[in-house]
């Protein structure tokens, strides 16, 4: 069960930094900010 | 063994020999081309540019702005033609020149799509056949590989004709647009001319030297043979767009629309690469619906389980070949979009916006039926598989999260509705369904279903197989998280983009396709490492397919002709009035734009024609058919024997 | 159904959000139906939920849905219960049954119910007929693009604007250049209650530059386009619904939301005699307000409709 967890986690945290830096780089690379709703 | 190397060289060498006087026109032009297309290599203005320019007899020479690129250039041509209705410019028949014109293109660029596929599909399918370690498995795809360059055989000549009819209709029909295009495109439309020389005679040795080149280097030559052929197609189709790329968005030329003495402007239009992504993926996309359909319809008239089975297997290679570059067809599509957007915002306009909106809606109507039809044949695959059931229970949910994905994608902004309703609603859109109506929604609506696509390909994979690696659990659940958040992100960036400003919000189009491809890349990698030894369950049964799914394939095939027309239709009316986008206005009687209803049947027609004379073409194929070669009857079980006759 | 709100800003989510409830709830149902022995059988669940959806598009969204947009959803959704019960040979067969019992009529009762078709068919399909011949005698559907494309420049009050390049002169930063960062962060709030920034108020005495002409240009509005338009911008104002098509709602994200300034100020100076072709049934009653505007109000007054919606202009740079 524990490990079940620990690969939930991992897992997790590969996929939303992962989707986080191709949101953050692609749009970059566009030369737009992707956290334009947050820079207030 | 001595005379065999030898022969064996005089063999390479008289090859290349061969392919070197195919290819000597194309590389003899280039200077030509490079020069901008006058005879000499031009250090000085061309001699006639003076004469062209008629009433100015002094030897000065007049510079003009070339309309897209702005840099200055020797006016070396007649302006466009204003032309007038009456029998000069326009000659008829009793009949709308337009419509036939319409026709005789549409049916052009149906069999050339469909001849530039297939050899696609060869190369692909020859090299698989190479590499295979199994043995039967590579005597099946080299057949296979066999059997469509043969089908595309028939369907070249066919091909040519309706190219040639095609020019016959512009000569008599459209005679000053079409001097002032070829005044322009002279030399393009001679080494187009001298590339089919090229195509036809590589084509011609790729298929009657299949069974003399078919082991060791011979082979490889072969091989090499269909990447040539491919690559001088491909230029074929390069070329051709360069036309519809200057008519939709002209470079090269002053707003006069004199020629400016750059060919590569001409060609190099803003719209000319989008245009060439667009059409390679879509050429494939089709050909792979075309031979899949071809496939279908053996397979429902098959006499017996063996040829069920061949028939059944046919249509998956050529649905997954097709289906792999349907994928980045929508992005490749955005991207044409976008540039014309960026070209002219009011042609952007006119396509999604305003006059030409609705045939958008249909546009997302036939997509997804596309991807629709893609994930029920693979569900319908999965019943052909031992060990397919456990996934069964869940397809419910991949149909709904499949439609909601739809729904929302061919949801219009603007709704016919009656005056009624419009009281009713208060105002002219929804504010429920008004917000699918806009992109950002439907951008996050195709990922969704393009991921759900992925998501079946890759149960399909898994179909009779019991992944046996020790690392299997982790895989697993990182498989699973890595969906569900692709499909958050695509879903968070759709929502996201309400809230930012619009230049900002149509880069996020960028991220959203990226997580898509993201789980078709890496996914489907993993996937088959995770399978690597893994148990198999059953064999593939192969010809124990349902019924439904070979239906599903005719609707693929049919759904993938219909939108090519539409889409043809579309990039053809945007121009509205002009022959060339604000060059040359087309002063026919015929200037206007047609009804969606009478664009739609027209549409139609075509399709009914082209899968009508593609059949006969078919027909054909099999008419004619000897033997195919078997050398290796290899009684493997379970696997379909090669089939006696060829096709 | 207005009891159960649809929570505005998130209503389209929100509508997926439940019928995603919505078909966890039936595939919950089934599931215990089928585990306590009294499974409902295929054929009969894929009506139901089919209805379901059906009566949900009809009577849960509100305001409510046209007809042809629920034509196009009901088709669909039938199209995705056909896949669903189609999807493996055994579900097939077990949809199928009811209708091949029906059309056996080895029992009594099937025949009855074969018979009663045979006579019911021809009299609902005489039905539909007859109701199509009958006179209509709603208002004719008008089909009219909302949004023309606009023309490639427009001459206002002797000046010649190109669409495409011509930009607000009023949208300036403190030092007067045009600027949209600058005023973009000084519109009111994108999100529920809309409301204004508290260092961004054009009624302060103090205000400049930017905030000073969102002023000039809410007073050109309230006493030129409020009445149509509505004060909350939303199309709903006093004459609203004395037109048909009713004046744009402008806090709609489909309306100045996505468009540029200088097609806004296109429409405005031009009005609805001044729509292209495309325009075409014209049905447009929008004053051609460089009758009565000088250029400069006209920009004011747009520069204001974006302060007040918390829109960006679209922009391609």
Known sequence: MGKTIMYVVVSVVISVAYFTLVDHFLMDMQGLDYWYLFRK | MGSITRKKTLAVLALSAMIGLLLLPVVAAIPALASGGEAPAAGGPPPDAAKKDGAESEKKVEKARDVYYKTE????????PKTTDGPKDYPRYNFESRVLLWFANQQHLYYGSFVLAVPIFCMVIEFMGVVSKDKAMAKKYDQLAYDFIKISLTAYSLTAILGGILIFTFLTLYPA????????????MHIYALTFVAESGTLYIYYYGWDKMKEGLLKWLHLSMSVIL?????????LANSWIGFMMSPAGVDEQGRYLGNIWHVIHTALWNPLNLHRILGNMAFGGGVVAAYAAYRFLSAKNDEERAHYDWMGYIAMSLGVAFLIPLPFAGYWLMREVYAYRQQMGITLMGGLLAWLFIIQATMIGILFLSTNYYLW???????????????IKYFVFILVCGFLVFITPHTMVMTPAELKAMGGQQHPVLGNYGVMSAKNGGINVIITTTVLSFIWYQRGNRMPAVSWAKFGNIFMGVFFFFAYVNIIWLAIYGYFIPANVRVGLSVPQVATTLSTLFFMTALNLSMLKGAKQIGPIEWGKISVRSQYALIMLATAFTWMMGLMGYIRSSVRLFWHVNEIMRDNSPWAYTHTVGFAANMISANVLFFWISIMFVFWLGTLGAKKAPVEVKSPVPGRAPEPAVGH | MTSLKLVEGFMPMQMLFELALCVALFALTSHLLSKSGKAMPRFWQGILFWVFIVSYLKWRVYPPIPFSVRAMYGFV????????????????????????????????????LRTMFLIAIPIILWGFSYNSFLPNLDEPVELRTVHPAPPASTKVHGKTFVLQTSQNPFRVNPEGKYDQEYTNARIVEQSMGRLMKGDANPWDEKAEGYLKYVREGGEIFFQNCHFCHGDNLNGRGLHAFAFNPIPANFTDPGTIAQLQETFIFWRVSKGGIGLPNEGFPWASVMPPWEQHLTTDEIWKVVLFEYWHTGYYPRTWD
Do not use: C
């Open chain 2, 73 to 80: 250039g020797i006016v070396s041509g007649a302006p466009a």
């Open chain 2, 177 to 188: 647009f079409f001097g002032y295009l070829s005044s322009i495109f002279r030399p393009v």
């Open chain 3, 77 to 112: 959704s039938l199209i995705a219960v056909f896949m669903w019960v189609s999807s493996n040979e055994e579900d097939w067969k077990k949809f199928k049954q009811p209708i091949m019992n029906v059309l056996d009529a080895n029992t009594g009762f099937h025949k009855a």
């Open chain 2, 380 to 394: 319908q695959a999965l019943g052909r598989m031992r060990g397919g059931e456990r996934f069964q229970r869940y």
């Open chain 2, 230 to 238: 491919n690559v001088i197609g491909t230029v074929l189709m390069f």
